[in-house]
């Protein structure tokens, strides 16, 4: 037998169901639209919004968020129930559907009517000031039966209107959704320098001509790719989780001492930095140092900030312009090889004799030290290394119209590998030793 306070709960509950059913359907069969029908909610400009409140009246739980919009900048700002900067994109949703928000239709706002629509109390309301001080509100309620409008009440009018779903789409979103959860605030394009300090060792780089150029732990080129992979990596990157809104235990989170430090300088001066300690539960405690909050990161950032500098050098072995290029003079164990541009497109053998005058496939000495990409590289090579390249298996010396020559070295096989360096830098690389087949003096003669 069903209880009779069940019984009142269930029959009030129908009764509800029966009342939102009733208006709806009374509204669905009206022939006119009403004269506020299909006009905007406010007469607003989206940049002209510079704070906002919103509450959940119906959810004590649910803490007061209010935000403003920084003079300056028009960054805004989360100012209640703390204070850190908010999700500019999130905001930016809010003030664009409030200032674009249509009526759809209009209903008598009576007592009984508030109550089958969710609007006393509101599931959400939402207070903002535009720039000459004016205020307006704005009370949202439940989804109509078609779930693409909802109830509202504009400026605390008599009336109910339906205004679009997308709107407490926006606004009916917790502090989390809102606040910012960018781990740096960096753009990519912007940087023009950078350090990085980890368990490997630190490395320093400066952007010169859109080339990153490393100056510690040596003097080298940068791999575009994979500086600009990690750039990117950090400026598009996500807080996974908050620890703690305030610094006060850095040594509890290892970020006293942390594993990793990341400072960015951008194109105006501005320097941005990401420290990194502990790892708990699979991810690593983290902060940028102008701001207090602690936050969580993931592996796979973790993993682009411990990078090395091998990982982040380029290992090209030889940067040059072919089309620059007027002599070319390759020795090896076969003998010697000299070639002489003779037009922009022709080039002449001058030896060895028997194949002078002959017109090389100069492509095939070009592409593969244009090609090789080093498997490793040593920035500071050992005695023992460096005695590897005291009697090269492979030379070559490649002049340009200006008299300016780079020379190539690659050493005689070992253990399957072959060491290269070139007379730009004292880095050694390591190569498979395919490089030295693909370099033959077979390859370079012509085939008829």
């Known amino acids: 037998m069903i209880r009779k306070s069940t019984l009142v709960v269930l029959l009030a509950a129908i009764a509800l169901g029966a ?7 009374r509204r669905s069969q009206k022939e006119k639209p009403s004269a506020d029908a299909d006009k905007l909610a406010y007469s607003i400009q989206p940049q002209d919004v510079n704070s906002l409140t919103i509450a959940h009246p119906g959810n004590s739980a649910e803490p007061v968020l209010r935000f403003e919009k920084r003079d300056g900048d028009g960054i805004w700002q989360v100012t209640q129930p703390i204070e850190t900067r908010a999700d500019q994109f999130s905001l930016e949703g809010i003030v664009n559907s409030l200032s674009s928000a249509r009526i759809a239709q209009t209903e008598p706002g009576t007592p009984d009517r508030l109550k089958v629509f969710g609007l006393d109390p509101p599931a959400v309301s939402i207070e903002f ?3 000459n ?15 693409i409008s909802v ?15 997308s709107l407490l789409v926006s606004i009916n979103k917790s502090l989390q959704d809102l606040r910012d959860k960018n781990v740096l605030h960096i753009a990519n394009g912007e940087v023009v320098s950078f350090d990085l300090k980890n368990p490997s060792g630190q490395v320093s780089a400066t952007k010169e001509k859109d080339e990153w150029n490393f100056k510690k732990p040596a003097e080298f080129r940068g791999d575009q790719g994979n500086v600009d992979a990690l750039l990117s990596a950090l400026s598009s990157a996500k807080m996974n989780g908050i620890a703690s809104e305030t610094p006060d235990s850095l040594a509890k989170y290892g ?18 930095t990401l420290i990194v300690g502990k790892k708990k539960d699979g991810q690593y405690f983290a902060r940028d140092t102008s701001r207090p909050t602690i936050f969580r990161i993931d592996e796979d950032l973790y993993k682009k900030l411990a990078q090395n500098s091998g990982d982040l050098r380029d290992k090209k072995l030889a940067h040059f312009d072919p089309a620059v290029i007027n002599h070319v003079e390759v020795h090896n ?27 090389p496939e100069i492509s095939k000495v070009f592409l ?51 060491y290269a360096k070139t007379s730009d830098s004292p880095a050694i690389y390591k190569f498979n030793k395919q490089i030295l087949t693909d370099l033959s003096f077979s390859n370079m003669y012509p085939t008829s």
């Open 19 to 25: 009342a939102v059913y009733y208006f709806d359907w």
């Open 129 to 131: 000031q535009i720039q």
């Open 133 to 147: 001080g004016a205020k307006h509100t704005l009370a949202l309620g439940n989804k109509d039966f078609t779930g």
């Open 151 to 165: 109830y509202a009440v504009v400026d605390a009018a008599k009336d109910v209107v339906l205004l679009p779903e």
């Open 255 to 272: 970020l006293a001492n942390p594993a990793v430090t990341f400072s960015a300088v951008d194109g105006k001066g501005k320097s941005s």
């Open 333 to 359: 164990s076969s003998g010697t090889f000299i070639c002489t541009r003779k037009s922009e497109r022709d080039w002449t053998i001058d030896e060895p004799a028997d194949q002078k005058g002959k017109s």
């Open 368 to 418: 593969p030290l244009e090609q090789a990409v080093a498997e490793q590289v040593f920035d500071q090579p050992s005695a023992d290394l460096r005695a590897k390249l005291a009697k090269p298996a492979f030379e070559a010396t490649l002049t340009d119209k200006s008299g300016k020559k780079l020379t190539v070295q690659i050493s005689g096989e070992s253990g399957g590998f072959v």
